[in-house]
Every structure is written in structure tokens, then in C-alpha cells.
């Protein structure tokens, strides 16, 4: 191999240190940390047909042995990986992760069945020949991808491509009129093993798909797939169309009662609330309302001092016994009310101290209604 291709190679190494199940790394359970790295690949992987190799050089296979050790920058080890990649999938590109990170240095060819040749021992794919080979070609674990692989490999293909090693899974693969079409590499030594991804693969997805036929159909009738297109009969077309409007309504009403459930918490809650506040004021206020109007409330006793007050307003001292009484005079002019008799006689001075004294009362009596107005007005606030 030349310069330019060693460098190619170098610059697609993929290598991990301690490679465990599917060619990741073991820390007690816990994912090994890599830095972040913006570098990478940025072409597809070359078809073999497009790679210069160079014949001057003779091809001597590397044993299991020196793979393992590792070898040289210019020489690694060349490994083949075939299949049908059909649907490729993440069970695919693990086993091409496997078969990069078998040796220390790795050049990964992968083969990709024609049509042909898939159709005959294997039967219909999903995706044409070009379609597959361009999926392989985007694998980040990919070096070089071969068109059109045989279904069986013979001595002449592995030195052709200078193959080292052969992966795939150890599971006996029988096609071919052969119980194993590996066993032959296997015998040879150049059989190196990978493990398969449970739970995916390519027949899995179209039992998906063939089991949920009518779910898929919907979904590419409302993508805008005519019926021809999927291959659809007139009446699975409105069957179809039906469905969809009563799975519409039917989301319409669940929302409806997620809604209503959720405006019923929400009331409840702020009942709840309410209640709670109402409780809480009423209490405040018959406890305002006892202090104020009680048997021993407020309002009583402003009504005792009042009346004190009004009492002590309207009788009159008595005038010591020593002071000298004075002679009044009658006042012709001053009648009593209700009546046609004239008043009896009254000074000047003993009028001037009634007119005090009931001014007083008034006083006293508008000021004691006033505070208790006051009062009341704010205990019932």
C-alpha cells in the first residue's frame, strides 16, 4: 500500500482501549468519558473499485498472533465484514464497530450483496442495492466497501482484496446448499468472531411494520400518499379515513375530560380556599360583635358611663348651708310651656346656671354617641 493510502487509513482509525461487549469500554458499569472532538470523518467511505493499491508489493497474510500484538502504521490489519445491510439499523453499524476495533490496527472492508444475488438465497429487501451501498458508505467504522459481494467467498476474492480476517457472528449461517457458508474460513484460521446486537435487526422492523400494517397506512395517507401509492383499495381508503375521524374525536373528548377534571380540582381548590377564609372572618366577626354588644361588651359600658354622666349632669350641687340666701325676683315675662300660668320668679343668675347645665347635658350626650358611633363602626369593620 502506498503513502496516500496509509495516511488515508490512519486518518479513519478508530481504536479504544480495553474494548468490552460491542466494542465498548468497562468501568464498573459506568460509560467511559472521551473528550469532546470536532474532528472526523468528512467523505464517505470509497468503493474498492476507487482505491489504488499497490501489486508491486506481495501480499503475505498476518497471523492472529501479530494482529493481536499489532502491527505496523503501513501495514494493518485488513479485516472483511459482509452482509445485506438492508434498513440499516444500529445492530449493523455495532457489528462493524466489532469488526474495526478487533486489532489495535484495523483497515475494515465491508461487502455488500447485489440485488441479484440477495433476491436468490435470501429473499426481497426493502431497499435497493444502491440505496444499501450508499448506507454502508456513511458508517463512521468503514475504510473501503466492496459492490456486489459474493455470496460465498473463495481464496481468489480474499487475495484479490488482501484479506487478513473474515467477521461475523459465530452463529452457523446455512444458504447456499452449505450448513455454514464460513466454514471454510473458520478451518482456515481467518474466522474472527463478533456478537449480535439482541432485540434489532432488519426482520424485526418489517414485523413492526407488517404487524401495524393499518397504523403505518393511516399515516402516509395523512402525509399525502394517495392510495395508489401505498397500494390501497378504495374501501380501505375510507375505512381509514373513518378511522382517523373517530380516533380524532375520540382525542377531542379525552382532552375535553382531562380539562374538566383538571377545572374541577382547580374549583374544589379554591373552594376549598374560600371556605376556609370564610371560617376564618366569621369567626372574627361574632368575636367583634360579642366584645362589642356582649353581656360585658364595650357598647354596655359606654351606655353605664353615660348614663353616669347624663345623672351627675342634671342634678345640681347643693349650696353650702352658711351662704346667705338671696331674694329673687319674679320675672313677669317667662311662662311655662303647656300651661297659661306665668313661671315662677327666677335672677338672672339662677337662669344663666339651668342654661349651663343643659348645655352641659347636650354636650355630654352628642359626645358619648359620637365615640360609641365610632366605635361600633369599627369593630364591625
Known sequence: MDAQSSTK???RKRRKEAPGPN?????????????????????????????????SKPYVRVTMEEASKGTPCERPVRVYADGIFDLFHSGHARALMQAKNLFPNTYLIVGVCSDELTHNFKGFTVMNEN??????????????VVRNAPWTLTPEFLAEHRIDFVAHDDIPYSSAGSDDVYKHIKEAGMFAPTQRTEGISTSDIITRIVRDYDVYARR????????????????????????????KVKKKVKDVEEKSKEFVQKVEEKSIDLIQKWE?????????????????????????EGKGRMLQAISPKQSPSSSPTRERSP?????????????????????????????DIKHSYLEESKFGSHVLLTQVQ
Not at 474532528?39 to 489504488?52: H, I, K, N, T, Y
Not at 440505496?131 to 473501503?144: F, G, I, K, P, T
Not at 402516509?220 to 390501497?232: I, S, W
Open 131 to 144: 440505496e444499501r451501498y450508499d448506507a454502508v458508505q456513511h458508517c463512521r467504522y468503514v475504510d473501503e
Open 23 to 55: 466494542g465498548a469500554t468497562e468501568e464498573d458499569g459506568i460509560p467511559s468519558k472521551v473528550p469532546c472532538c470536532t474532528v472526523g470523518l468528512r467523505q464517505p467511505a470509497p468503493f474498492s473499485d476507487e482505491v489504488e493499491v499497490d501489486f
Open 280 to 304: 376564618e372572618k366569621s369567626r372574627e366577626f361574632i368575636g367583634s360583635f360579642l366584645e362589642m354588644f356582649g353581656p360585658e361588651g364595650a357598647l354596655k359600658h359606654m351606655l353605664k
Open 331 to 359: 320675672s313677669p315675662s317667662f311662662r311655662w310651656p303647656f300651661s297659661g300660668k306665668t313661671s315662677p320668679s327666677s335672677s338672672p343668675a339662677n337662669l344663666s346656671r339651668h342654661k349651663a347645665a343643659a348645655y
Open 220 to 247: 402516509n395517507l395523512q402525509r399525502g400518499y394517495t392510495a395508489k401509492e401505498l397500494n390501497v383499495s378504495f374501501i380501505n381508503e375510507k375505512k381509514y379515513h373513518l378511522q382517523e375521524r373517530v380516533d
Open 9 to 11: 487509513v490512519n486518518s
